[in-house]
């Protein structure tokens, strides 16, 4: 079974601080990775993919992945109320079909 | 640009009852396809996936079936609903020019 494993949260961050969200998943081969923000009752919308080791930024969004250690994380510089959701992580695995594999997710408060 | 659309929004149905869940997707020809369903408080479950006009691969066995009559048009039905069936179906969608997934806006189906 391939795995994707989130903590469930809830994560509280001040306004103005960075969020520090992660991910694990246990597919060694998985070739990309990617963070979607889903409000309460909403559907998932994309934040960012990442493909390689490193670093990937997208305004106050900085993706990083280390594909030795099987771990992605999201961070969220200066966090805003309107950051406030449930960030799932996803992982395409390395079959070759466009399938994603999603963790639960993490909610994120971003308090005033 | 590509848009993806699904109907209805909310659905309360009696258990027993049929089920007709309907995706669209415009601006975008044979894209893959897939139907998941998030129970409350809980991760996305891949229910249904779809590579072209009548290819179905199915996920997770239940008592839920999906069809692709169109190029760009996916349905998910059931004969008769169980208590169980309750949840937001999102469809989503594969850019494969970006590599990503999208998903539609997706329909919440309460089965009383």
């Known amino acids: 079974q391939k795995e994707v494993e989130q903590n469930s949260g809830p994560l509280s961050v001040p306004e103005g601080a960075i969020a520090s969200l992660n991910c694990t998943y246990s597919?060694?081969?998985?070739?990309?990775f990617f963070w979607y923000r889903q409000y309460s009752g909403k559907s998932p919308e994309l934040i960012m993919f990442?493909?390689?080791?490193g670093d990937k930024e997208d305004g106050r969004f900085t993706a990083q992945l280390n594909k030795a250690s099987q771990y992605v994380s999201l961070l969220i510089r200066d966090s805003q109320p309107s950051d406030s959701a449930t960030y799932l992580c996803a992982v395409r695995g390395s079959g070759t079909a466009s399938k994603l594999t999603f963790g639960t997710g993490t909610r994120l408060q971003v308090t005033l | 640009s590509q848009t993806i659309h699904q109907w209805p929004a909310t659905l309360v149905q009696p258990v027993g009852s049929p089920l007709s869940l309907e995706c669209t997707v415009e601006g975008t020809s044979n894209p893959n396809l897939y139907w998941y369903r998030q129970a409350a408080g809980r991760g996305l479950q891949l229910l249904f996936y779809?590579?072209?006009?009548?290819?179905i691969s199915s996920e997770v066995p239940q008592n839920l079936s999906a069809s692709r009559p169109q190029d760009r048009q996916f349905i998910l039905s059931s004969k008769k609903l169980l208590l169980s069936d309750s949840g937001f179906y999102l469809c989503?969608?594969?850019?494969?020019?970006?590599?990503?997934?999208?998903f539609g806006p997706g329909t919440r189906l309460t089965v009383l």
């Open positions: 779809s590579v072209g006009i009548g290819q």
């Open positions: 989503a969608w594969w850019d494969t020019d970006r590599d990503t997934q999208y």
């Open positions: 597919d060694r081969g998985s070739q990309s």
């Open positions: 990442i493909y390689s080791n």
